[in-house]
């Protein structure tokens, strides 16, 4: 089992969710300013932090992912998105990734748009609400994929920051998401804006 949810990070990163809202605007480069250290995440670009737990593994730059990452990141940048930050927890057994786009579209207006993209690759849709995450108003949204077999389940946060459209997602194989939902609710709950 271990093997196989290993295999699924790439597939995961790549595969539900990483397709953008809108196709616009340039690549230019690692786009959001941001750095994970000691077990801090900060994305300057959208003015917030997370505090991951020890043991995650975090890459917030395009030359430091593994290779098995890049063509993904790549792939997501063709949409006009980014994977600003990947993580994978100690286990291998749960990531998050932190997606973000330039396109300063309403929260409850990119969150239809993402739905509706994502619409074929959903197993099963857990549903959402409008919640808070920190100080700032977000969508909270779980749902199901079969990624190379393997049932994942996905907790999702979108956020508008400044003129940023921010995704927080956190993934699990679906039988274990009762084992570490908390975990995945202990980093969202670190969130702070900082500007």
């Known amino acids: 089992m271990l093997q196989k949810v290993v295999s699924l990070i790439a597939v995961v990163v790549s595969g539900i969710l990483v397709a953008g809202c809108l196709g616009t605007g340039p690549i230019r480069g690692d786009l959001f ?7 801090q995440y900060v994305n300057h670009a959208a003015g917030f932090k997370l505090h991951l737990p020890p043991g995650w593994s975090a890459y917030t730059h395009f030359d430091d992912m593994p290779p098995d990452i890049k063509p993904l990141a790549r792939d997501t940048r063709s949409y006009g998105s980014e994977i ?7 286990n291998q057994l749960m990531g998050m990734r932190v997606l973000m786009e330039d396109t300063d579209v309403p929260l409850q207006e990119y969150f239809r748009l993402i739905k509706e993209i994502n619409q074929v690759d959903i197993a099963n ?5 409008v919640t808070r995450l920190g100080n ?3 969508i909270r949204w779980i749902m199901d994929s079969v990624q190379d077999g393997v049932m994942v389940r996905y907790l999702e946060y979108q ?9 927080i997602t956190f993934w699990t194989p ?11 609710e202990e ?6 804006r900082i500007y």
């Open 33 to 39: 300013a941001d750095r994970f250290n000691a077990g």
């Open 84 to 90: 600003a930050m990947v993580a994978i927890s100690r």
């Open 125 to 129: 849709d857990m549903g959402y609400r």
């Open 136 to 138: 700032v108003d977000s």
């Open 159 to 167: 956020l508008h920051l400044n003129q940023f459209n921010v995704r």
């Open 174 to 184: 679906e039988k274990l998401y009762s084992t570490y939902s908390s975990h995945f």
């Open 187 to 192: 980093i969202a709950g670190s969130f702070q």
